[in-house]
């Protein structure tokens, strides 16, 4: 004959807040465990994205198959741009870390570097020529197209589009009361330039690829 059993169960006065704290300290495990290799492919999803979006550039394009390469003097201007985007993608980092109280833990995502120092300083943001009267001049292009904003580059002389120069796009002519400066479509400043530009609108992007790479750890 089946009979009736009774289980009864005790809860400890402060159940809700010990069975909290043991579930967190389970995730923070977890979460300790996997967040190196969560925030390792995050920061290889963001370089795509970057290297892509600044490809995309009208700037990018310009320089790589258009006048503005004639303009800044460049003949081997796609080699000069790829090297500058590819310091970029290597300072790209994406640093997990695991956070006190109800914030569980954190991805730290660095982009470009303040002051754009690391791009400066490479070899390929400066073409330094000899001209037709065996002087050594410097080109510094990327600072003129990253940081000069609509300043006066050459005073006196204006860009002029033949077959003739370095790039086989244009020659600079002296021109009474002439200047050139970089055109007007593709000025940049510290705050505002084709690199920045160019990330406009990625939040929602990196947003949704960083779930992506979460529900693929957890």
Known sequence: MAKNVIVSLKLE????????????????????KSLSSLAKGIERRIQDI????IEQSSEYLAI???????????????????????????????KGRISKG???????????REGWSDVMASPAAILNYTNN??????LEWLRWLLLEGDKTIVAGFDFVSSKR???????????????????AQFTGTDRDNFAIRAL?????????????EFKRIF
């Open 200 to 212: 406009v609108g990625a939040n929602k992007e990196i947003e949704k690829m960083a779930e992506q």
């Open 133 to 138: 009267q065996g002087q050594t001049k410097s």
């Open 64 to 94: 790589v198959g258009g006048n503005l390469r004639g303009q800044l003097g460049l003949p081997d201007g796609a080699r000069r741009i790829q090297e500058i985007i590819s310091i970029w993608i290597e300072s790209i980092t994406a």
């Open 102 to 112: 109800r914030l569980l833990g954190s991805i730290d995502i660095g982009i470009f």
């Open 13 to 32: 006065p402060n159940f809700d807040k010990v069975f909290a704290k043991n579930v967190t300290q389970e995730i923070r495990s977890v979460l300790f």
């Open 50 to 53: 970057v290297k892509r979006r």
């Open 165 to 183: 120069g370095r790039t086989g796009l244009g020659v600079m002519v002296e021109s009474r009361g002439g200047s050139w400066k970089v055109p």
